[in-house]
């Protein structure tokens, strides 16, 4: 069982940066890729980021490619979203997810969810 919770979010200016942190439980997080997702209202969940459990790999959605940088760092179970360049429509509920298979970018396929941070970009 992992748990996690998000922290980090808040309300920024456009073209200003933040970042995401999510701390999980357990021994084993190492063994998990983890990803970002999100959802603004009335929108379904959209895939940000995901890295490995080793954290040698990590992949992007095109609408953030080259402004937000997905890190972590298995000794503190913890993994980052550094977000700049930030717009109006990042604004949304970002939600970090573990699943053992790295590369997945549906959110069925992730097994453990945090419970969410309010980012809140002003035009």
């Known amino acids: 069982q992992v748990q996690l919770v998000e922290s980090g979010g808040g309300l920024v200016q456009a073209g200003g940066s933040l970042r995401l942190s999510c701390a999980a439980s357990?021994?084993?997080?190492?063994?998990?890729?983890m990803a970002w997702f999100r959802q603004a209202p009335g929108k379904a969940r959209e895939f940000v980021s995901a890295?490995?459990?080793?954290?040698?790999?990590?992949s992007y959605a095109d609408s953030v490619k080259g402004r937000f940088t997905i890190s972590r760092d298995n000794a503190k179970n913890t993994v980052y979203l550094q977000m700049n360049s930030l717009k109006p429509e990042d604004t949304a509920v970002y939600y970090c997810?573990?699943?053992?298979?790295?590369?997945?970018?549906?959110?069925?396929?992730?097994?453990?969810w945090g419970q969410g941070t309010q980012v809140t970009v002003s035009s």
């Open positions: 997810a573990g699943t053992r298979a790295y590369g997945l970018r549906s959110p069925g396929t992730y097994d453990y």
């Open positions: 357990g021994r084993t997080f190492s063994l998990y890729a």
């Open positions: 890295i490995s459990g080793s954290g040698g790999s990590t």
